[in-house]
Each structure stands twice: as C-alpha cells, then as structure tokens.
C-alpha cells in the first residue's frame, strides 16, 4: 500500500513494470513486426450512413447499435434519419459541412451536420441546434482546453450558460422546477454536447479518464434567470448587448449547494459563500480556476437591497475566501510545499492563501427559483469560461461555406 | 420491409495522417532486436517513477539500448541515467508540443508515455 495519497509504492510500480514489460510491451513489438504493412491496425473509417429496418423495434435496435460502435452515451436515442437531421439543418440555412470545431483529444470534425445528428439523437428540436452549435464551438475555442476536460482524472465536464431571448424561445429553465421532474430543453442540450464530445470527438467507451465520470452532465445546461436578477446579466456584464443570444461554456465540477437561511447582513451571507469554497479540497487553492456561483433570486435580492453589486461581490470573496496554511490537514500541507517549494516552504502558518488568484476569477450568475440555496461550482485549471454569440456564430459558419 | 437512412456521429478526423500516425509505425524501426526508448513524462506523481522502473526492466532485458526522457512541455531532452527532468507548470492534461514529439520521433523508435496518474 502507498504511503502517501496519489503516490504509489515503490514497489508496487515495480511489480506493475514488471508486468508491463513481461506481457505488454511483447504483445505491441509482435503486432508491429508481425505486420508488414507496418504497425497494428489502422482504425477502418466508420460509416457517415446506416440503412435499417423500419420495424417497431427500430429504437431499441438502433441504440443498440450506437452504444457497440462507441456512438451514444448508453440511453435510448432518437432516430436520427438522414431526414431530421437534414431538416435541422435546413432551419438556418446550413448544408451541414460546415465546420464548427475540431475536437480533442483526436482531432474529430465537429461539422454542423455531425453536431446536427447529436442534437436528434439527444431529442433536440430545431430550436435548440444553435445553442448546442454554439457550446461546441466554445468548448473547442483556446480558453477552454477541452484537451485537458476530455482526458484529465479531474471529474469535469462543460457546464453551459445560455443568456438572451434563445434561452427562453428554447424552453430552457432557469432553475426552479429543473429538478426533480427535469427540464426538457436543458436535458436534450446538455445530452446532445455530451454525445458530441464522445462519439465526435472519438472517445471510446473505456477510454474516460474521470475520477468519477460525469456525474450530472445531463443537468449541465441552464439559462440565467435573468427575469428575477436584480444586477445586469453576466453576458451584460462581458459586453454584450441584452438582446444577444450568448452561450458560455464552462470547464466545471459538479455544483456544490451553499444553504444560508440566516444572515442579517451581506456580509454574513457572502462569508458562509466564502467560507464554502475556502477549504483543502478547492484544487483552485493549488492551482488557480475560476468558481462560478449561482446566486439563487432571493441571496440575490438581499444582496441587491444591500447595495451589493456584482463588483463587490467579487472583492468581497477575493478577500474572504482564503484558507489559513494551519487548517491544511499536515501532511496535505507537507505536499503543497513540495509541490510549490518556493512559495510555501519555510512560511508562518497563519499565511492565508487565496481561493483564486484574481477577483475577476469569480463568476456571479442568478440562477434558480425559490428558497435560501445559492449553488458553486469549482473550475478548471489552466482553462477558462468561453463565451459565444450564438446568430454571430450561425451566420458566420454559414458565409464560410 | 422499408430500410431508414440513419445518419452517424462517428468519428472524422481532422488530420487523417496524423490520426493514422496513432495507429501505424515504420516497422523498420522495430526490425532490430534492440530499440531507443523514449519516456514522456505527463507529469503526474506516479507516472515517471514507474516509466523509469519500466525503462530500467527493458534495459536489462537488453531490449532498449538507450532511452531518452523528455517532461511534455520540457524544452529540453534529459537522460534517464541522471540530468534532472524540467518542469515548467503541471501540464499533464495538456497534450506535448509538437516540436517536442517531432523530436521524439526522430530520436526513439518506441515510446512510453503516461495516461493520468
């Protein structure tokens, strides 16, 4: 057994060499030599089209078949014919080779019609295409490194953002009644990016690298509730006029629930926000991400009526949320030092460190219905929330053709 | 019975020479009883210990006759018998630079390399 969490024994690695060299690194060295026409097998290019029997079991047979070719994420799809799909397409005027991204980790080719078959297998109706084509589009920008959310141990998934009059047009909840029934436009959307992520970009079912999977993803996609806000939106926020439709993806753990039912003062209410995120376990503490809250209509009424703007809800968490180096369990400590060995060895312990390194690095978005819960949902390293311009992005891929 | 044209969201690669590269090698490199190993380090704790403990079983096997080690965003090569790994950043979920693995290429016939931790 290791002695040190994320640190295997010496001699377990030794044993597990030991295997590798005696089975493993035999088995490739006989597949490349025994090959003439060099190397193990070429992966056969999948079919872009299927024909199948139209009998009353097509559903059942169909999702079968996508879940053995790696095509679909395990539940019933919708048929996706190569007459719905086209019909999606045909809504905005695409003829369905348009490229919206090209993504990781194996290069696959995001096209609209790719992106379009996801959507009808997903249950999407047309209304909802541009918003997954605008997700898509945003997880494979820079910013995102969807590299690193694809095929990191890190349990992350993209968490999309919808603000603007599309997310209503697309029945998009925002927040209350969204569980436990389920909401249908924010299910079939963040379904439909799911799909694409692993059948388009090329994951095979064995090769998810998640600690965890991804818990929650079909719930990963919600409209601010922008109605009940008492503070700009957050596309308003990034400059962007309140009547553009704009998606935001964000590279995202799973959402944490932040109960404060109590508080007499914005103060007291964004220390329990800060007191939430400010622990050992924010991996943001070691290496800096951004931490998205979803403000629930009434924490943010309260903060409102207080005079608490976005701005100082950020400087307010970018000074409070911080981690004393004496509450780190000791030998987590012992490995931060190791692992930053010039910053934080040889320091008091009374040095704080902060959650994040920029105040800018917090997200404030109203979010959900009634009741004293706010949500928080942690980031990723390295990577960032993109935004999009969902008729921006349409009608630009449309032109490029 | 009627049949249903289904479209397919499978996989199209972008780059098809570099996603046949994945799965494909110049079997001449592999003709000799021996090979230059490469290590690609991911960076992450356990990774490189058991890539140099598999290094040092194919070593006294006699199969690697030389092994290069290389961190994946390192600018610089190191040996595996002692010149210190560079680490800039933790980058282990972000891929090698590609000057980096043209490098690697050219200088080792077979490669090892880590998946998480």
């Given at each position: 057994?290791?002695?040190?969490?994320?640190?295997?024994?010496?001699?377990?690695?030794?044993?597990?060499?030991?295997?590798?060299?005696?089975?493993?690194?035999?088995?490739?060295?006989?597949?490349?030599?025994?090959?003439?026409?060099?190397?193990?097998?070429?992966?056969?290019?999948?079919?872009?089209?299927?024909?199948?029997?139209?009998?009353?079991?097509?559903?059942?047979?169909?999702?079968?078949?996508?879940?053995?070719?790696?095509?679909?994420?395990?539940?019933?799809?919708?048929?996706?014919?190569?007459?719905?799909?086209?019909?999606?397409?045909?809504?905005?005027?695409?003829?369905?080779?348009?490229?919206?991204?090209?993504?990781?980790?194996?290069?696959?080719?995001?096209?609209?019609?790719?992106?379009?078959?996801?959507?009808?297998?997903?249950?999407?109706?047309?209304?909802?295409?541009?918003?997954?084509?605008?997700?898509?589009?945003?997880?494979?920008?820079?910013?995102?490194?969807?590299?690193?959310?694809?095929t990191t141990a890190h349990p992350l998934y993209p968490f999309i953002l919808v603000n603007g009059p599309i997310g209503k047009k697309a029945g998009l909840s925002n927040g209350h009644d969204l569980t436990p029934r389920g909401w249908k436009a924010n299910l079939v959307i963040a379904r439909a990016l799911r799909l694409v992520?692993?059948?388009?970009?090329?994951?095979?079912?064995?090769?998810?690298?998640?600690?965890?999977?991804?818990?929650?993803?079909?719930?990963?996609?919600?409209?601010?509730?922008?109605?009940?806000?008492?503070?700009?939106?957050?596309?308003?926020?990034?400059?962007?006029?309140?009547?553009?439709?704009?998606?935001?993806?964000?590279?995202?753990?799973?959402?944490?629930?932040?109960?404060?039912?109590?508080?007499?003062?914005?103060?007291?209410?964004?220390?329990?926000?800060?007191?939430?995120?400010?622990?050992?376990?924010?991996?943001?503490?070691?290496?800096?991400?951004?931490?998205?809250?979803?403000?629930?209509?009434?924490?943010?009424?309260?903060?409102?009526?207080?005079?608490?703007?976005?701005?100082?809800?950020?400087?307010?968490?970018?000074?409070?949320?911080?981690?004393?180096?004496?509450?780190?369990?000791?030998?987590?400590?012992?490995?931060?030092?190791?692992?930053?060995?010039?910053?934080?060895?040889?320091?008091?312990?009374?040095?704080?460190?902060?959650?994040?390194?920029?105040?800018?690095?917090?997200?404030?978005?109203?979010?959900?219905?009634?009741?004293?819960?706010?949500?928080?949902?942690?980031?990723?390293?390295?990577?960032?929330?993109?935004t999009v311009d969902v008729d921006k992005l349409i009608h630009d891929v449309s032109r490029k053709r | 019975m009627s049949k249903l044209r289904i479209a397919t969201p499978a996989f199209v690669p972008d780059n098809p020479a570099l996603a046949a590269s994945f799965s494909s090698a110049d079997p001449s490199r592999l003709k000799?009883?021996?090979?230059?190993?490469?290590?690609?380090?991911?960076?992450?704790?356990?990774?490189?210990?058991?890539?140099?403990?598999?290094?040092?079983?194919?070593?006294?096997?006699?199969?690697?006759?030389?092994?290069?080690?290389?961190?994946?965003?390192?600018?610089?090569?190191?040996?595996?018998?002692?010149?210190?790994?560079?680490?800039?950043?933790?980058?282990?979920?972000?891929?090698?630079?590609?000057?980096?693995?043209?490098?690697?290429?050219?200088?080792?016939?077979?490669?090892?390399?880590?998946?998480?931790?």
């Amino acid at each position: 057994m290791t002695d040190e969490i994320g640190h295997a024994h010496p001699d377990e690695l030794a044993d597990i060499a030991k295997q590798v060299v005696a089975e493993q690194i035999p088995a490739i060295l006989d597949s490349y030599r025994r090959n003439p026409a060099g190397g193990a097998e070429i992966e056969p290019a999948q079919p872009e089209e299927i024909a199948i029997e139209a009998d009353a079991d097509i559903a059942v047979k169909l999702s079968d078949i996508f879940v053995d070719r790696d095509w679909s994420d395990g539940m019933p799809i919708v048929p996706p014919t190569v007459e719905r799909v086209d019909a999606m397409l045909k809504a905005f005027g695409l003829k369905g080779d348009e490229l919206l991204a090209v993504l990781p980790p194996r290069g696959g080719r995001a096209t609209a019609k790719k992106v379009a078959v996801c959507a009808v297998m997903a249950g999407c109706d047309a209304v909802h295409f541009p918003i997954v084509a605008a997700a898509v589009h945003a997880i494979a920008q820079r910013n995102f490194q969807l590299y690193m959310v694809q095929t990191t141990a890190h349990p992350l998934y993209p968490f999309i953002l919808v603000n603007g009059p599309i997310g209503k047009k697309a029945g998009l909840s925002n927040g209350h009644d969204l569980t436990p029934r389920g909401w249908k436009a924010n299910l079939v959307i963040a379904r439909a990016l799911r799909l694409v992520c692993i059948s388009t970009a090329g994951i095979k079912a064995l090769q998810a690298s998640h600690t965890h999977g991804y818990v929650g993803y079909h719930d990963s996609c919600i409209r601010e509730n922008e109605e009940d806000s008492p503070w700009e939106a957050f596309h308003v926020e990034k400059g962007y006029p309140k009547e553009a439709n704009v998606v935001t993806a964000f590279p995202a753990e799973p959402p944490h629930v932040i109960d404060d039912r109590g508080s007499t003062t914005p103060q007291s209410l964004l220390s329990t926000f800060a007191m939430t995120v400010a622990s050992p376990g924010n991996r943001s503490i070691w290496a800096n991400s951004e931490q998205v809250f979803l403000v629930c209509p009434e924490h943010a009424r309260y903060l409102a009526s207080q005079n608490f703007s976005k701005g100082d809800i950020k400087e307010f968490l970018y000074h409070v949320a911080r981690v004393p180096l004496h509450q780190f369990p000791k030998h987590n400590l012992a490995s931060l030092a190791k692992w930053r060995q010039k910053i934080f060895s040889n320091v008091s312990e009374h040095v704080t460190l902060p959650v994040v390194r920029s105040m800018e690095d917090f997200e404030v978005v109203v979010h959900g219905g009634v009741g004293p819960h706010s949500m928080w949902l942690a980031g990723c390293p390295v990577s960032r929330g993109v935004t999009v311009d969902v008729d921006k992005l349409i009608h630009d891929v449309s032109r490029k053709r | 019975m009627s049949k249903l044209r289904i479209a397919t969201p499978a996989f199209v690669p972008d780059n098809p020479a570099l996603a046949a590269s994945f799965s494909s090698a110049d079997p001449s490199r592999l003709k000799e009883a021996t090979f230059r190993l490469g290590v690609l380090d991911n960076t992450k704790p356990n990774a490189l210990p058991l890539m140099e403990k598999i290094a040092e079983e194919l070593s006294a096997k006699g199969l690697a006759r030389n092994t290069v080690t290389a961190a994946k965003t390192s600018p610089k090569f190191t040996n595996a018998a002692g010149v210190e790994v560079v680490r800039e950043a933790n980058p282990a979920g972000v891929a090698a630079a590609p000057a980096l693995l043209d490098r690697l290429a050219k200088e080792t016939d077979f490669l090892i390399t880590g998946l998480g931790n």
